[in-house]
């Protein structure tokens, strides 16, 4: 269904008539629309008779043996990156956050730590509970804190969290301005993790690249274009950076002095605001112009995407209709299964498969079910509703003849020979009486009335 997707679930079931041509899906040959409903409804990753602490504790299981499979076969590298993510959701749940700003404004928010699109760990968002440094749950305190203790609020608290759950290595994680502090990045230090990213000037940033920001962003820095200023923290473990690209980027590292420099293409701006006067008087009349840039921003801007990568690929495909009921049905159809479905994509096309590797998420999700179809639709069998009497012989072949009794039409029912029997998409109305003939195909061994219109569109000649 995701790789076909329909407004609702009931149209993969629907039929072409004359006049009205609908595309055959093939989960309609093997059940009906009432019995994959009742499936649905049915279903459940979790034992229905336990008691569960909200609609993650219900896909713990599911979770816990995903996340030990993504370690498993995917060996992290240096670079990675932990982003947030939302899971589209519409009904009610405490669980739930609204943020207007975001591209799916309402859902499950989750973090995730990612490497190229492909998630390797990830952590449910939960108002209600508190990490503390070291990833674990602890009550609110207003205890004063020793001088040698670092302030982590929750949301950073899951950044440690989530980079103890990788294999010991050494890594160099990108995070964006929502988790940056000099604290934080003290903590991953200590770790023995390097770190990198934007910063906001309430993050706790020298204050005099805080008073240079509030002055660039009233166009009231005079800086030229690729301009830095660099300052160390004070117990000398962080550099804070400020460099001067369309505005002025705040930037801290563990990595990076600030003396680094890469070469990249870089595209003149259209904005016309003032803070960009620097950017434009460097391109001059040029459209696009090779500019020594930052490294520390540069491969921010390469590697910071991961998250967003994967994110965009489970967009690409999956269930077209909104989930309203049942909040753990979001969480698994549409977040589990979604990321399992595109881990599995980056690791046949990042990988050295026994075939040739599948370009688009698109091929390999066809691929995946046509291979369990093949594995397991033997044991099946097709509906008894959906076989015809004979789909082998050519259309031009089958003989006209009087069957001697009268039987409703399928031309006129709208069905054709490779979907024989199945039931129409809408009730018929009781008032009128399907068309009696007692025509029909001697081969198909089916009624259709006299009309060549039936006849080829039962036949599929039109």
């Given at each position: 269904?995701?790789n ?49 602490d ?56 989750i ?40 302030s982590?609020n ?33 903590v ?83 904005t ?18 090779e ?40 969480l ?30 698109h ?30 012989t ?69």
């Open positions: 269904m995701g076909h997707r329909e407004k609702r679930i009931r149209d993969h079931w629907g039929t072409s008539k004359p006049g009205l041509m609908k595309p055959i899906h093939p989960i309609a040959r093997f059940m009906s629309h009432e019995t994959f409903e009742q499936l649905y409804h049915a279903f459940r990753p979790y034992d229905p008779r336990g008691s569960y909200g609609s993650f504790a219900r896909i713990l299981e599911w979770t816990e043996a995903m996340q030990a499979a993504s370690l498993r076969y995917w060996t992290p590298g240096t670079n990675i990156a932990i982003d947030e993510c939302i899971q589209h959701f519409e009904g009610r749940t405490l669980e739930k956050v609204v943020i207007p700003s975001k591209p799916t404004p309402e859902g499950f928010k973090w995730a730590v990612a490497e190229a699109g492909y998630f390797l760990q990830w952590l449910p968002h939960l108002p209600s509970k508190v990490f503390d440094s070291i990833g674990d749950n602890k009550p609110r305190t207003r205890k004063r804190k020793r001088d040698d203790e670092y982590l929750p949301t950073q608290a899951v950044v440690v969290n989530l980079v103890k759950r990788l294999p010991p290595a050494i890594y160099h994680v990108f995070l964006d301005n929502l988790f940056s502090s000099p604290d934080l990045f003290t991953l230090r200590t770790l023995n993790i390097g770190a990198t990213g934007t910063c906001r000037i309430n993050s706790g940033i020298f204050k005099g690249l805080v008073q240079l920001k509030k002055a660039d962003t009233n166009g009231k820095l005079h800086w030229h274009w690729g301009q830095i200023e660099t300052v160390p923290t004070p117990d000398n473990k962080v550099n804070q950076i400020a460099w001067k690209d369309n505005a002025l980027v705040l930037l801290l590292s563990t990595v990076y002095e600030g003396t680094e420099f890469t070469t990249r293409i870089r595209k003149r701006p259209t016309t605001h003032a803070r960009a006067r620097a950017i434009k008087h460097f391109f001059g009349a040029e459209s696009v112009k500019a020594r840039v930052l490294s520390a921003a540069a491969d921010y801007n390469d590697h910071m995407g991961a998250v967003d990568r994967g994110d965009q690929l489970r967009q690409q495909e999956g269930l077209e209709h909104r989930i309203c009921k049942g909040p753990w049905r979001a698994a159809w549409g977040f589990l299964l979604e990321t399992a479905l595109t881990n599995t994509f980056l690791l046949q096309k990042n990988g050295q498969p026994n075939w040739k590797p599948l370009r688009t998420l091929e390999w999700r066809e691929q995946v079910c046509s291979d369990l179809l093949r594995e397991y639709g033997h044991k099946a069998g097709l509906r008894k509703l959906c076989r015809a009497g004979d789909t082998n050519p259309s031009l072949q089958h003989k006209r003849v009087s069957r001697g009794k009268s039987s409703p039409c399928k031309g006129c029912q709208g069905v054709r020979v490779s979907e024989a029997g199945q039931k129409p998409l809408r009730e018929r109305s009781h008032n009128r009486r399907p068309t009696q003939t007692r025509s029909g195909c001697e081969t198909c061994d089916v009624a259709i009335c006299n009309r060549q219109a039936c006849w080829d569109f039962y036949h599929e000649l039109n």
